[in-house]
């Protein structure tokens, strides 16, 4: 039996329909409608954001944290425009999300209505697919198809954009039994052949990695890698968005490749005489100057989405499928190979990995001025909350340094911006993460410029009663940027300095203690290294508010390993004017 309701109910109906629990949001003319019914329902929260861009972030952060599509609504015109930014960063990490957008009446489509702009054209390049409805009968079927599209192959994000009219006439709500999406077959079984001659070659390889991506994440597959791995002995590399995909205490683990990556991980991809990706891409982070990247390497390379495939670097045996499957049948096909009595030696191979993670394991200055070191705060938030909190990263310093110092054993325990790199991740993010798991620890780990530009959602979390925590590595610079411009510009700090924190005199501006306080959370602040573990502890213990630590750190850390723009893998320093030796001997 049908129910007649308006676009609106519909579109609240059918949100309930494919499950939906939170919607991040700020309404507005074209979507008003849309929360009329919202207002009434049991099913869906509506939180309500301080910005279109943090509505985002946080849909972001909930799928991290629940496996499940984001969900986040915005206006027409200025409100959509505002979402390209989290939407380019899911497309990039690959995120499920679905965004709704209202738009301008049907007939006044292209005329430049007020506030009025074409967002699915401007995001067509930036989301899995996008869709514009004018017609109230198309509503449910579309929201279906979105979240579906979302969430399989791939995951990713959809735009849903709809009409004034579209909410505001009335149909039969009709919900489709099935969904017909002629030329959308995310091929999820990889080919047995391609299977069996990948596990021939692991176990014929001398130096065999296994570079594993945030694919294995997205699939669910940190169970299978870890099989795979402990079966056949061959060491791991885990990207900067699989941190915790494998656990970081593992002995066979040897790190994080890529521009800041470990010396250990950058060595065994450039020496490997195998490398296994894994739902990675081989973007340019990790493999520097493309044409030096792992010279003596074959190449297997599995993915769920085919154009990932020999995009980079070509694929000797290319594997499509999900990691999941794709692990579940490598380990098969090892095992039998192995029943046969074949077995890989890889003796040497870790032996001189081994010598590399002991040589250049690592380390950081204490500055000799007495201010804190960023490393040591971040280290010592990591050791002291522990493995099962999520931590939030923005993008810079920060997030290198907590990429490197904390140790992740579980996955999705790291969680931050990698493909885009979008400073402002941070805070809606964790404020999503924290709504999606609402019983595990959050913190954000932000930089002083990146915390400036979202840290309004702290009203929402305030309002919201969502404590998330957040510990903001202050060095009164745009840090990363600093460091460039030490070492390939002469020191030449052009428009780099925040004032954030302190140099001569007590200014700051802001005072993020102060901010904070003003947003309804706890703000506390950390100077002196003999503070940092009181000052966390602390922190832990507030659990009916958001807190804010204004960590005031060293403003000339730069972080190391590095691997310089444009240059190869090879030429990675392990500090200011140290490179490492990839030889073998001891």
Known sequence: MTEQMTGAQSLIRSLEQVGVDTVFGIPGGAILPAYDPLYDSAKVRHILMRHEQGAGHAAEGYAYATGRPGVCMATSGPGATNLVTPLADAYMDSVPMVAITGQVAAPMIGTDAFQEADICGITMPITKHNFLVKDVRDIPRT???????????????????????????????????????????????????????????????????????????????????????????????????????????????????????????????????????????????????????????????????????????????????????????????????????????????????????????????????????????????????????????????????????????????????GGLGTMGFSVPAALGAKVGDPGRVIWSIDGDGCFQMTNQELATCAIEGIPIKVAVVNNGNLGMVRQWQTLFYEGRYSNTDLQTSPRDEKVRIPDFVKLSEAYGCVGLRCERAEDIDATIEKAMAIDDAPVVVDFTVNHDAMVWPMVGPGVSNDNIQYARDMAPSWDTED
């Open 143 to 417: 929201v279906a198809e979105a979240f579906h599209i979302a969430a399989t192959g791939r995951p990713g994000p959809v735009l849903v954009d709809i009409s004034k009219d579209a909410l505001q006439a009335a149909s039969d709500f009709v919900w489709p039994d099935r969904l017909d999406l002629p030329g959308y077959r995310p091929v999820t079984k990889p080919h047995g052949k391609q299977v069996r001659e990948a596990a021939r070659m692991i176990l014929d390889a001398k130096r065999p990695v296994l570079y594993v991506g945030g694919g294995v994440l997205r699939a669910g597959a940190s169970a299978e890698l870890r099989v795979l791995a402990e079966l056949t002995g061959v060491p791991v590399v885990t990207t900067l968005m699989a941190r915790g995909v494998f656990p970081g205490s593992h002995p066979q683990y040897v790190g994080m490749p890529g521009m800041h990556g470990d010396v250990s991980a950058v060595g065994a991809l450039q020496k490997a005489d195998l490398i296994v990706a894994l739902g990675a891409r081989f973007d340019d982070r990790v493999t520097g100057r493309l044409d030096s990247f792992a010279p003596d390497a074959k190449i297997v390379h599995a993915d769920i989405d085919p154009a990932e495939i020999s995009k980079n670097r070509h694929a000797d045996v290319p594997i499509v499928g999900d990691c999941r499957e794709v692990l579940a049948d490598l380990v098969v096909a090892v095992r039998a190979d192995q029943e046969k009595g074949r077995a890989g030696d890889y003796a040497a191979w870790w032996q001189q990995l081994n010598r590399l993670r002991e040589t250049y394991s690592k380390g950081y200055e204490v500055p000799d001025d007495g201010s804190l070191a960023p490393q040591m705060v971040i280290q010592r938030l990591g050791e002291i909350v522990g493995p099962e909190a999520t931590y939030v990263a923005g993008v810079g310093q920060h997030q290198m340094w907590a990429a490197q110092f904390i140790d992740y054993e579980r996955p999705g325990a790291f969680v931050n911006s």
